[in-house]
Protein backbone atom coordinates (compact mmCIF):
# COMPACT_ATOMS: atom_id res chain seq x y z
CA UNK A 1 0.00 0.00 0.00
CA UNK A 2 2.88 2.47 -0.07
CA UNK A 3 2.16 3.21 -3.57
CA UNK A 4 -1.51 2.86 -3.84
CA UNK A 5 -5.18 4.40 -2.00
CA UNK A 6 -8.43 3.48 -1.44
CA UNK A 7 -11.71 5.22 -2.81
CA UNK A 8 -15.60 4.51 -2.08
CA UNK A 9 -17.65 5.38 -4.59
CA UNK A 10 -21.67 4.91 -4.43
CA UNK A 11 -21.18 1.25 -5.19
CA UNK A 12 -17.98 0.11 -4.94
CA UNK A 13 -15.08 -0.73 -1.97
CA UNK A 14 -12.02 0.10 -4.26
CA UNK A 15 -8.41 -0.37 -3.46
CA UNK A 16 -6.03 0.72 -5.98
CA UNK A 17 -2.10 -0.49 -5.85
CA UNK A 18 0.20 1.22 -8.13
CA UNK A 19 3.42 -0.92 -9.14
CA UNK A 20 5.23 0.31 -12.32
CA UNK A 21 7.56 -2.65 -12.44
CA UNK A 22 6.28 -5.73 -14.36
CA UNK A 23 7.71 -8.01 -12.44
CA UNK A 24 6.88 -6.41 -9.12
CA UNK A 25 3.56 -6.29 -10.56
CA UNK A 26 2.91 -9.97 -11.51
CA UNK A 27 3.85 -10.35 -8.14
CA UNK A 28 0.94 -8.52 -6.81
CA UNK A 29 -1.22 -9.94 -9.47
CA UNK A 30 -0.38 -13.61 -8.45
CA UNK A 31 -0.66 -13.02 -4.32
CA UNK A 32 -3.92 -11.37 -4.90
CA UNK A 33 -5.39 -14.01 -6.90
CA UNK A 34 -4.21 -16.34 -3.97
CA UNK A 35 -5.83 -14.54 -1.85
CA UNK A 36 -9.27 -15.17 -3.85
CA UNK A 37 -9.23 -11.78 -4.81
CA UNK A 38 -10.51 -10.49 -7.79
CA UNK A 39 -8.87 -7.77 -9.52
CA UNK A 40 -8.81 -5.71 -12.98
CA UNK A 41 -5.59 -3.13 -14.29
CA UNK A 42 -6.65 0.28 -15.28
CA UNK A 43 -3.85 1.07 -17.62
CA UNK A 44 -0.10 -0.35 -17.26
CA UNK A 45 0.77 0.30 -13.55
CA UNK A 46 -2.92 0.50 -11.57
CA UNK A 47 -3.89 -3.00 -10.15
CA UNK A 48 -7.71 -2.14 -8.65
CA UNK A 49 -9.66 -4.75 -6.07
CA UNK A 50 -13.28 -4.01 -5.23
CA UNK A 51 -13.93 -5.37 -1.96
CA UNK A 52 -15.24 -3.78 1.15
CA UNK A 53 -13.46 -6.34 3.51
CA UNK A 54 -10.14 -5.17 2.17
CA UNK A 55 -11.39 -1.67 1.94
CA UNK A 56 -12.26 -1.54 5.02
CA UNK A 57 -9.40 -3.41 6.58
CA UNK A 58 -6.69 -0.76 4.37
CA UNK A 59 -8.65 2.57 4.41
CA UNK A 60 -7.15 3.54 8.05
CA UNK A 61 -3.50 3.88 6.72
CA UNK A 62 -4.87 7.11 4.80
CA UNK A 63 -3.71 8.89 1.59
CA UNK A 64 -0.80 9.95 0.63
CA UNK A 65 0.76 12.30 3.69
CA UNK A 66 -0.78 10.17 6.32
CA UNK A 67 0.03 6.63 5.64
CA UNK A 68 1.95 4.66 8.33
CA UNK A 69 2.73 1.22 9.56
CA UNK A 70 0.29 0.28 12.79
CA UNK A 71 1.92 -0.08 15.53
CA UNK A 72 1.12 -3.54 16.51
CA UNK A 73 3.11 -4.57 13.43
CA UNK A 74 5.93 -3.24 14.89
CA UNK A 75 5.91 -4.24 18.51
CA UNK A 76 4.56 -7.50 18.11
CA UNK A 77 5.74 -8.65 14.45
CA UNK A 78 8.52 -11.25 14.62
CA UNK A 79 11.76 -10.90 12.54
CA UNK A 80 10.68 -13.27 10.04
CA UNK A 81 7.42 -10.93 9.23
CA UNK A 82 9.42 -7.47 9.69
CA UNK A 83 11.91 -8.37 7.38
CA UNK A 84 8.95 -9.51 4.73
CA UNK A 85 7.09 -6.06 5.54
CA UNK A 86 10.43 -4.28 4.55
CA UNK A 87 10.61 -6.57 1.22
CA UNK A 88 7.27 -5.21 0.20
CA UNK A 89 7.76 -2.06 0.46
CA UNK A 90 10.68 -1.29 -0.68
CA UNK A 91 9.10 -3.40 -3.95
CA UNK A 92 6.58 -0.08 -3.30
CA UNK A 93 8.37 3.46 -2.89
CA UNK A 94 11.64 1.86 -2.90
CA UNK A 95 15.55 1.69 -4.40
CA UNK A 96 17.86 -0.48 -3.60
CA UNK A 97 20.52 0.61 -5.78
CA UNK A 98 20.28 3.82 -3.39
CA UNK A 99 19.55 2.15 0.11
CA UNK A 100 16.23 4.61 0.19
CA UNK A 101 13.00 4.78 0.90
CA UNK A 102 10.26 7.62 -0.01
CA UNK A 103 7.60 8.76 0.74
CA UNK A 104 5.11 11.92 1.60
CA UNK A 105 4.16 11.06 4.61
CA UNK A 106 6.31 11.52 7.88
CA UNK A 107 4.81 8.88 9.95
CA UNK A 108 5.74 6.48 7.39
CA UNK A 109 9.31 7.82 7.01
CA UNK A 110 9.77 7.44 11.39
CA UNK A 111 7.66 3.81 11.24
CA UNK A 112 10.14 2.82 8.15
CA UNK A 113 12.79 3.73 10.24
CA UNK A 114 11.89 2.30 13.29
CA UNK A 115 11.39 -1.04 11.34
CA UNK A 116 14.96 -0.59 9.89
CA UNK A 117 16.43 -0.40 13.37
CA UNK A 118 14.46 -3.27 14.56
CA UNK A 119 16.20 -5.09 11.28
CA UNK A 120 19.71 -4.36 12.32
CA UNK A 121 19.95 -1.52 9.22
CA UNK A 122 21.47 2.00 10.73
CA UNK A 123 19.27 5.45 8.80
CA UNK A 124 19.09 9.12 8.79
CA UNK A 125 15.92 10.74 7.67
CA UNK A 126 16.59 13.75 4.95
CA UNK A 127 13.52 15.81 3.29
CA UNK A 128 13.73 17.37 0.22
CA UNK A 129 11.08 18.68 -2.29
CA UNK A 130 8.24 17.59 0.08
CA UNK A 131 9.17 14.07 0.05
CA UNK A 132 11.10 12.25 3.26
CA UNK A 133 13.68 9.69 2.00
CA UNK A 134 14.82 7.10 4.29
CA UNK A 135 18.45 6.45 3.48
CA UNK A 136 19.86 3.28 5.38
CA UNK A 137 22.92 0.96 6.00
CA UNK A 138 24.01 -2.10 7.00
CA UNK A 139 24.69 -2.16 10.22
CA UNK A 140 24.90 -6.23 11.27
CA UNK A 141 25.87 -5.59 14.82
CA UNK A 142 22.91 -3.40 15.87
CA UNK A 143 20.22 -5.25 17.86
CA UNK A 144 17.03 -4.14 19.66
CA UNK A 145 15.80 -6.15 22.42
CA UNK A 146 12.53 -5.79 24.75
CA UNK A 147 11.31 -2.55 23.29
CA UNK A 148 8.14 -0.86 24.57
CA UNK A 149 6.37 2.10 24.37
CA UNK A 150 5.03 4.01 27.39
CA UNK A 151 3.54 7.34 28.30
CA UNK A 152 5.60 9.65 30.74
CA UNK A 153 5.08 13.11 31.27
CA UNK A 154 8.55 14.06 33.28
CA UNK A 155 12.00 14.70 32.57
CA UNK A 156 14.47 12.10 30.66
CA UNK A 157 17.62 11.31 31.26
CA UNK A 158 20.24 8.81 29.44
CA UNK A 159 21.47 6.01 31.54
CA UNK A 160 24.55 4.18 31.06
CA UNK A 161 23.44 0.35 29.97
CA UNK A 162 25.47 -2.26 29.58
CA UNK A 163 26.42 -1.53 25.46
CA UNK A 164 26.26 2.41 26.12
CA UNK A 165 23.40 2.32 23.38
CA UNK A 166 20.35 3.91 24.20
CA UNK A 167 17.40 4.32 20.91
CA UNK A 168 15.76 7.99 21.57
CA UNK A 169 14.17 10.39 19.12
CA UNK A 170 15.72 13.63 19.14
CA UNK A 171 13.32 16.50 17.54
CA UNK A 172 11.43 14.23 16.10
CA UNK A 173 14.27 12.29 14.73
CA UNK A 174 14.88 8.62 15.97
CA UNK A 175 18.78 7.93 16.67
CA UNK A 176 21.02 5.81 18.93
CA UNK A 177 21.41 7.74 21.89
CA UNK A 178 25.03 6.49 23.04
CA UNK A 179 27.90 8.60 23.74
CA UNK A 180 26.45 7.69 27.38
CA UNK A 181 29.46 5.98 28.46
CA UNK A 182 31.31 5.48 25.85
CA UNK A 183 35.52 5.44 26.03
CA UNK A 184 36.17 3.25 23.15
CA UNK A 185 35.05 2.28 19.23
CA UNK A 186 36.30 5.40 17.56
CA UNK A 187 33.14 7.02 18.30
CA UNK A 188 34.02 8.51 21.66
CA UNK A 189 34.68 12.42 22.07
CA UNK A 190 38.88 13.22 23.13
CA UNK A 191 38.76 13.43 27.01
CA UNK A 192 37.38 9.69 26.68
CA UNK A 193 39.80 8.68 24.15
CA UNK A 194 42.58 10.29 26.16
CA UNK A 195 41.96 8.85 29.15
CA UNK A 196 41.58 5.31 28.09
CA UNK A 197 44.67 5.48 26.36
CA UNK A 198 46.43 7.02 29.33
CA UNK A 199 44.50 4.39 31.23
CA UNK A 200 45.53 1.22 29.65
CA UNK A 201 49.43 3.04 28.88
CA UNK A 202 52.63 2.07 31.76
CA UNK A 203 54.60 5.00 33.13
CA UNK A 204 56.71 6.15 30.42
CA UNK A 205 54.86 4.66 27.71
CA UNK A 206 53.56 6.74 24.75
CA UNK A 207 50.35 7.41 23.68
CA UNK A 208 48.76 8.43 20.05
CA UNK A 209 47.64 12.01 19.42
CA UNK A 210 45.53 13.00 16.54
CA UNK A 211 47.16 16.04 14.74
CA UNK A 212 49.86 18.18 16.14
CA UNK A 213 47.85 18.35 19.58
CA UNK A 214 47.70 22.20 19.22
CA UNK A 215 43.87 21.95 18.41
CA UNK A 216 41.83 23.88 21.17
CA UNK A 217 38.89 22.83 22.62
CA UNK A 218 36.91 23.82 26.07
CA UNK A 219 34.81 20.80 28.01
CA UNK A 220 31.85 20.69 30.13
CA UNK A 221 31.18 18.02 32.86
CA UNK A 222 27.95 16.46 32.46
CA UNK A 223 26.66 17.34 35.88
CA UNK A 224 27.24 21.03 34.93
CA UNK A 225 25.16 20.80 31.88
CA UNK A 226 22.14 19.43 33.19
CA UNK A 227 22.24 21.83 36.24
CA UNK A 228 22.43 24.63 33.29
CA UNK A 229 19.63 23.07 31.28
CA UNK A 230 17.95 22.83 34.12
CA UNK A 231 18.34 26.10 35.11
CA UNK A 232 17.12 27.26 31.47
CA UNK A 233 14.15 25.28 31.11
CA UNK A 234 12.87 27.04 34.59
CA UNK A 235 13.68 30.60 33.17
CA UNK A 236 11.66 32.44 30.87
CA UNK A 237 14.33 32.42 28.48
CA UNK A 238 13.44 31.07 25.12
CA UNK A 239 16.41 32.17 22.71
CA UNK A 240 19.57 30.12 21.85
CA UNK A 241 22.45 30.23 24.36
CA UNK A 242 25.50 29.22 24.70
CA UNK A 243 25.98 26.26 27.41
CA UNK A 244 29.40 25.34 28.25
CA UNK A 245 32.90 25.35 30.27
CA UNK A 246 34.97 28.77 28.78
CA UNK A 247 38.10 27.71 29.68
CA UNK A 248 39.62 26.56 26.14
CA UNK A 249 42.63 24.21 26.14
CA UNK A 250 45.18 22.47 23.76
CA UNK A 251 44.93 18.71 23.17
CA UNK A 252 48.19 18.50 24.26
CA UNK A 253 47.84 20.16 27.19
CA UNK A 254 44.77 17.84 27.92
CA UNK A 255 47.03 14.76 27.62
CA UNK A 256 49.45 16.87 30.40
CA UNK A 257 46.61 16.89 32.75
CA UNK A 258 45.33 13.28 32.55
CA UNK A 259 48.65 12.11 33.05
CA UNK A 260 49.06 14.06 36.33
CA UNK A 261 45.40 12.81 37.58
CA UNK A 262 46.88 8.92 36.52
CA UNK A 263 50.16 9.84 37.79
CA UNK A 264 52.08 8.65 35.09
CA UNK A 265 54.77 9.98 32.78
CA UNK A 266 53.30 10.20 29.76
CA UNK A 267 55.23 10.54 26.13
CA UNK A 268 53.23 11.32 22.87
CA UNK A 269 53.26 9.83 19.16
CA UNK A 270 51.53 12.80 16.78
CA UNK A 271 49.55 10.87 13.95
CA UNK A 272 49.26 13.70 11.22
CA UNK A 273 46.69 11.68 9.07
CA UNK A 274 44.01 11.88 11.50
CA UNK A 275 40.93 13.91 10.89
CA UNK A 276 41.11 16.70 13.54
CA UNK A 277 38.26 19.34 13.26
CA UNK A 278 38.46 22.85 13.40
CA UNK A 279 41.54 24.29 14.64
CA UNK A 280 39.49 25.99 18.07
CA UNK A 281 36.32 26.12 19.44
CA UNK A 282 34.95 27.37 22.74
CA UNK A 283 31.83 28.88 24.49
CA UNK A 284 31.19 32.04 25.42
CA UNK A 285 29.33 32.35 28.39
CA UNK A 286 28.77 36.13 28.58
CA UNK A 287 25.00 35.59 27.75
CA UNK A 288 24.71 32.83 29.89
CA UNK A 289 25.92 34.70 33.05
CA UNK A 290 23.89 37.38 32.32
CA UNK A 291 20.59 35.67 31.59
CA UNK A 292 21.28 32.84 34.30
CA UNK A 293 22.97 34.79 36.38
CA UNK A 294 25.01 31.16 36.53
CA UNK A 295 27.91 29.88 35.06
CA UNK A 296 29.40 26.35 35.15
CA UNK A 297 31.18 25.07 38.56
CA UNK A 298 33.28 21.80 38.00
CA UNK A 299 36.56 22.53 37.13
CA UNK A 300 38.09 20.73 34.54
CA UNK A 301 40.59 19.04 35.96
CA UNK A 302 37.91 18.04 38.87
CA UNK A 303 35.69 16.63 35.80
CA UNK A 304 38.14 14.80 34.44
CA UNK A 305 39.42 13.27 37.31
CA UNK A 306 36.29 11.85 37.76
CA UNK A 307 35.89 10.73 34.13
CA UNK A 308 39.63 9.13 34.03
CA UNK A 309 38.47 7.03 37.32
CA UNK A 310 35.15 5.91 35.80
CA UNK A 311 37.10 4.60 32.43
CA UNK A 312 39.77 3.16 34.41
CA UNK A 313 37.53 0.92 36.39
CA UNK A 314 35.39 0.41 33.30
CA UNK A 315 38.81 -1.10 31.77
CA UNK A 316 39.35 -3.28 35.18
CA UNK A 317 36.40 -5.21 34.74
Known sequence: MTEGSCFKTPSNYIVCITQKNEKNRDEIIKLIADMNYSYYLN???NILINSKQLYEKLKYYGHAKEKYIPREYLMRFPKEYLLELF???????????RNRFSTSSKQLADNFQELLFKLGYGSI??????????LFSEKPDT????????????????????????????????CWSGNCGTYQGGREKSPAAICRKIALAKDGDAIEVWGDGEQRRSYCYVNDCIDGIHKLMESDYCQPLNLGNDEMI?????????????????HKEYDLTKPVGVRGRNSDNTKLKKILDWEPEISLEDGLRKTYNWIREQLRQ
Not at 87 to 97: A, I, P, Q, Y
Open 125 to 134: ISYYNDMYRV
Open 43 to 45: GEK
Open 87 to 97: KSMMKGNGDLK
Open 250 to 266: SINQLVDIVAKIAGKKI
Open 143 to 174: KVINTSIVDYNDFVYDVTVKNHIIFVRRNGRA
